[in-house]
């Protein structure tokens, strides 16, 4: 029976470049559209609205990048 031998090679992680990413401003304006509704339904009654914000916030949580951020605008 024969034997296999196998090398494992590290990643280079020098040579791999991280992709800069241009925010669309759709996408960005639909995620502030998301938290100006969170903090309208927290001003308006923050006990009777709670499964409505953490229904949005896990949304925002879930399908947004963290590196576009609706409160951090740099089209302002």
Do not use: C, W
């Not at 509704?37 to 963290?66: C, G, K």
């Amino acid at each position: 029976m024969a034997r296999v031998f196998t090398i494992p090679v590290p990643p280079n992680i020098v040579a791999r470049k991280r992709r800069e990413r241009d925010p669309d401003p759709r996408y960005v304006d639909g995620q502030r559209q998301l938290v100006d509704a969170m903090r309208y339904l927290t001003q308006a009654d923050p006990v009777a609205n709670r499964e409505a914000i953490q229904l949005i916030s896990e949304h925002v949580r879930t399908r947004f990048r963290m590196t576009d951020s609706p409160l951090i605008s740099t089209t302002d």
